[in-house]
Every structure is written in structure tokens, then in C-alpha cells.
């Protein structure tokens, strides 16, 4: 089955070639077609060219676009969908003045989550996690990464992963799953963190390697969390069991996270609100991908990571979500290039570059998605009728996106 896409006011992200991720001042271009035409065969893109060829080819079926916009679907590299209720009275508590430190230190925080979780069936758990994925795909998103760490242990985790394994089985865009064990210290084990560490490593990862639910391993590496010695240790079980690291990482405090884990070479370091300039030399050695969270710094007020000095320092740059419970409970990627543009001080082809080619590299996908490229997915978004493709990012809060293609279908949930 074809379908061919007629006047495109202008597809975006074109790219025959994608290699590598792109870095400083690649950033700023955004290869595109005005008055485009787009040929899809079953799921994946066949061909493009201008409408002013006048040789378009054949299809099944044919849309005139009518001069609306076409672009990939968003990437996000960095999520949390898979939690179970919510933590609505932690975002009171910080109307009212608490950090999120202090509620994390009242057991409130990843901890709060992971009791509800433990109390939430399998079935629940996944119910409320299918609702939260056609959410941000109606929003947009056409690949995506979901992390366990909300279930702290060995039953409650593999729950985490089983849900994301069935949402893998039903959804077919691209997920990545990533075992996020080691996300915070359990009660039951204050004053014992080296036995938890021990504990993720040693009994539950191999039974998540054993059955085959992880992509990638990850940690949270900071101060009350892990340390870089259980940081190192994690990363090190996951390469024993093929698994490359994601980490979380320079969230509040830089102390050697980013360095260790440029010098592992990670997959990506997620996060990097807080950066020195020890944590750019390293990683500029390394191919690690740097990841911005500008949705979880807009929620937390926190700072944002310094997107300008890392596409300065030729870091390779991607922007995700961080939908959580607790730090970001929202997976909108339009407002996360919005944020990017007005608060990271990058223009709009940078942060869509950052949030579709840049993130599939950093989920591993480029090959599939990420850009409008023959073979691979047909996994893009058509945009209502707007003046430039710069309006997605000016128009913040505004639902711009008209259909959203999903695997060579228009997505409807
Ligand atoms: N920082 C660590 N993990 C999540 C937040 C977890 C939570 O508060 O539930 C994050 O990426 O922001
Ligand atoms: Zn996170």
C-alpha cells in the first residue's frame, strides 16, 4: 500500500545520510523541502522531492496536504511513563516551600511512588502507563525510552519491566527499556545503601537480563542517591549482562559523574543541570550523548542545562522529557522545544534537531527514525495550517499538531 503526500508547505528533516549525531554548528541547520511531496509504502518513507517536478510518483491513495507542515515524529530518549498514581500532594508541598530535596528526605520523592506502586496490580500498572504512551504519542512522540525505578524491588521491578515489555508487544513505535534499579535507597535499607547496590546488581538485574526486559541500564548519580562507586558498579554489571548505560546524572550536584561515565563512554548522561567545566573536557573526549531535561528544571526550578556551552564545546546535544511522577509529570515534547528555545537560548532548527535525530542516536535508533529518510519508518507529524515551522516552538501551549503517522498509519487511539 502507497500513500503519497501532496504540497507540503515544507518537510522537514530531510536526510539521506545519518551517521553520526550532529554537533555545534551542524545543529543549526534543518535540511527541508518547501512545497514538498512525501511517498510512504506500508511503513516506511519511499521517496521525496518538490512538487514542481512534475513527475510525482504514483500511489494507492493520494493527501493533499494543503500547505501544511510534515515532520518526523518527536524522539524522547528519557521517560517514566510506567508509574502508578501520582504525587499531586508533593506539588503542593512545594507550592508551600519544600524543595524536592526535603520531600525526598520525608519519604516522600521516588520512594512515595514506589509504595504505590508495590500496592498496584500488574493490570492497573499497565492501564495507567497505555494511557500516558497515546497520550504523548497523540502529542507527537514516535519513539520512545521508558525506565523501571519505581518498583525498588526484585517483584516490583520486574513488574515495571513486564508492563513496558507488553506495552512493546501492543504499540509498535520503537520503546527502549532501561533498568533503573539503583533510583533511590528502599526504607528497608537507610544506612545499608552498599547492600541495595549489591542487592539490584547481584539478584535482580540477572533476572532481568534472564528475561530479556532490559535495553539499557541506568542509575541516578547524585548525593543521597548513588554514589560514583555504585555508579561505576553499575554500569560495569550492566556490560556484563550487554547492557550500555544511561545515566542520571548532574541533576543538583556535578562531583565526578560525568567524568566517569564519559571514560566508560556511556550511551548518554541525562539531566547535566548543574555543569563544570572538568564535565565538558570529558565529554567532548567521549561519543556520550548529552541530554537535556528542560521540562523537569521548568517544574522543579531548577537551573537549565547549559544547552549553549554544550553544542559550543561540540557535544553532541539531544532534548527528552523526563516524564515522571515526581520531577516532570508531563511527556510533551512541543513544550519541551519551546522550553529549550526560550530558556536554553537555542533556535527552533537546533532544538528540533536536538529532539528527533540527536534522540534517536541516543535510544539507538537513527536507523529507523529521527528524520525523513528513505527506509526508514514512516513515523512523522502533520502540522495544522502555521505561518513557519519556528511556530511550534513560538507558540508555546498551543497544540499545533493536526494527524500524527504512526508506521505508515494515521495514529488513532
Ligand atoms: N532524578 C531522578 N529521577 C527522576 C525523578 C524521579 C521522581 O521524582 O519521581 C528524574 O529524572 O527527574
Ligand atoms: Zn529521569
Redesign the pocket.
Known amino acids: 500500500m502507497t500513500t503519497l503526500f501532496t504540497h507540503i508547505k515544507s518537510l522537514l528533516q530531510t536526510r539521506e545520510e545519518t551517521e553520526k549525531p550532529l554537533i555545534g554548528e551542524e545543529l543549526r541547520d534543518l535540511p527541508h523541502i518547501d512545497n514538498a511531496w512525501l511517498l510512504i509504502e506500508d511503513d516506511k518513507i519511499k521517496g521525496y522531492g518538490v512538487m514542481e517536478d512534475d513527475n510525482l510518483p504514483t500511489a494507492d491513495k493520494i493527501m493533499n496536504l494543503e500547505g501544511r507542515y510534515i515532520l518526523p515524529t518527536w524522539v524522547d530518549s528519557?521517560?517514566?511513563i510506567v508509574y502508578a498514581g501520582n504525587r499531586e500532594q508533593e506539588f503542593v508541598d512545594r507550592i508551600k516551600g519544600l524543595t524536592y530535596e526535603e520531600i525526598a528526605n520525608r519519604g516522600g520523592g521516588i520512594v512515595n511512588s514506589a509504595k504505590t506502586l508495590g500496592d498496584t496490580s500488574f493490570e492497573d500498572l499497565y492501564a495507567q502507563s497505555e494511557e500516558r504512551l497515546k497520550e504523548v504519542i497523540k502529542l507527537g512522540t514516535g519513539a520512545v525510552e521508558i525506565?523501571s525505578?519505581y518498583g525498588l524491588t526484585k517483584e516490583a521491578e520486574l513488574k515495571m519491566l513486564r508492563v513496558i515489555q507488553k506495552l512493546k508487544e501492543n504499540y509498535k513505535i520503537p520503546i527502549k527499556s532501561t533498568f533503573?534499579g539503583a533510583h533511590a535507597i528502599p526504607k528497608e535499607y537507610k544506612g545499608k545503601e552498599k547492600a541495595y547496590v549489591k542487592m539490584v546488581i547481584e539478584d535482580i538485574l540477572p533476572a532481568v537480563a534472564e528475561e530479556k526486559l532490559a535495553d539499557y541500564i541506568?542509575v541516578?548519580c547524585e548525593k543521597g542517591y548513588f554514589d560514583l562507586e555504585d555508579t561505576e558498579n553499575m554500569i560495569e554489571a550492566g556490560k556484563k549482562f550487554g547492557l550500555k548505560s544511561k545515566i542520571?546524572v548532574n541533576?543538583f550536584n556535578s562531583f565526578g559523574g560525568i567524568q566517569l561515565a564519559a571514560e566508560k563512554n556511556v550511551l548518554s548522561v541525562?539531566?547535566l543541570e548543574e555543569m563544570k567545566f572538568e564535565d565538558y573536557k570529558s565529554l567532548k573526549k567521549s561519543e556520550t550523548i548529552a541530554v537535556a531535561?528542560p521540562s523537569?528544571s521548568f517544574y522543579l526550578g531548577i537551573p537549565y542545562s547549559p544547552a549553549r556551552e554544550i553544542i559550543k564545546n561540540d557535544i553532541p546535544f539531544a532534548l527528552a522529557s523526563?516524564f515522571?511522577p515526581g520531577?516532570?509529570p508531563s511527556g510533551n515534547m512541543n513544550f519541551v522545544i519551546s522550553l529549550a528555545c526560550i530558556k536554553m537560548k537555542i533556535t527552533p532548527e537546533e532544538a528540533i534537531n536536538a529532539a528527533t535525530l540527536n534522540a534517536a542516536f541516543a535510544m539507538e535508533l537513527q536507523d529507523e527514525v529521527g528524520s525523513i529518510t528513505t527506509g526508514k519508518k514512516a513515523n512523522f507529524i502533520i502540522t495544522d495550517r502555521i505561518p513557519s515551522f519556528g511556530f511550534l516552538p513560538y507558540a508555546f501551549g498551543t497544540n499545533s499538531i493536526d494527524e500524527v503517522w504512526i508506521n505508515g498509519k494515521k495514529f488513532e487511539s
Open positions: 528519557h521517560t517514566h525506565k525505578g533503573l541506568d541516578f542520571h541533576q541525562d539531566h531535561l523537569c523526563d515522571n520531577s516532570t
